[in-house]
């Protein structure tokens, strides 16, 4: 069974759209987490939930909005997407908020066109 | 083989030959350290960890070294393998701060040679 799976793998769509990415974990952590990784392989990290309340929400576009239907899952939704958001996206998850040893998804190749 | 610093991206090391790469960490208030490691096409696995308060830490095959006098950690592969080749991330946080955030470096790629 995957621990923390993402859909979809590989998303390619034109400037302006709308798109979401899922995320889901069965591993029973309280805490989830949006990165983005861009060409040069850098890590950053976009937000954080815990128990569905969002902990970490870094300087990101508000176009790009996070969602926690339960601590089991956390959606990314980005709006009106833009050249720039091309990179791989990852979900991971860990215990709780201070439980720093993350378990990362397989990633969402973004790719905007 | 060796890699220095976070701007020295590639590492390429001999099948058996033993890999050191190294990571510069910046905030001087980080005391537990992660190394990841990333395969092609896959998400980052934790590898190893360290506090502050330890200056080695050994697991299967990797050992980390922490010199918190030049803010510098190092992740050491013991007869590296074709499976070692991916990119290695060493990450850094303060466990007092309440931020709550992991703090990665740029990575190293590393390539195993048959």
């Known amino acids: 069974d995957t621990a923390v799976s993402q859909t979809p793998k590989y998303l390619v769509t034109q400037m302006g759209n709308d798109k979401s990415i899922k995320c889901e974990q069965n591993l029973g952590h309280d805490t989830m987490y949006w990165y983005k990784q861009d060409s040069k392989k850098f890590l950053k990290i976009m937000f954080s939930y815990n128990n569905k309340e969002l902990i970490i929400n870094e300087t990101v576009p508000n176009r790009f909005s996070p969602k926690s239907p339960d601590k089991a899952h956390l959606n990314l939704h980005i709006n009106s997407l833009e050249l720039g958001d091309s990179a791989v996206y990852f979900c991971a998850s860990s215990q709780d908020l201070r439980a720093y040893e993350q378990y990362f998804g397989p990633g969402t190749r973004l790719t905007v066109t | 083989g060796e890699s220095v610093g976070l701007h020295l991206p590639t590492l390429s090391v001999q099948e058996g030959d033993n890999s050191i790469i190294n990571c510069a960490y910046s905030?001087?208030?980080?005391?537990?350290f992660i190394w990841y490691k990333q395969e092609s096409g896959k998400g980052p696995q934790f590898i190893i960890d360290i506090r502050s308060n330890m200056d080695k830490r050994q697991g299967q095959r990797v050992t980390v070294l922490l010199n918190k006098t030049v803010k510098h950690l190092s992740l050491q592969i013991a007869a590296t393998q074709p499976g070692d080749s991916a990119v290695y991330f060493c990450?850094?946080?303060?466990?007092?701060?309440?931020?709550?955030?992991?703090?990665f470096g740029a990575g190293t790629t590393v390539t195993v040679r048959a």
């Open positions: 905030n001087s208030a980080s005391d537990y």
């Open positions: 990450a850094e946080i303060p466990l007092r701060s309440n931020d709550y955030k992991l703090s």
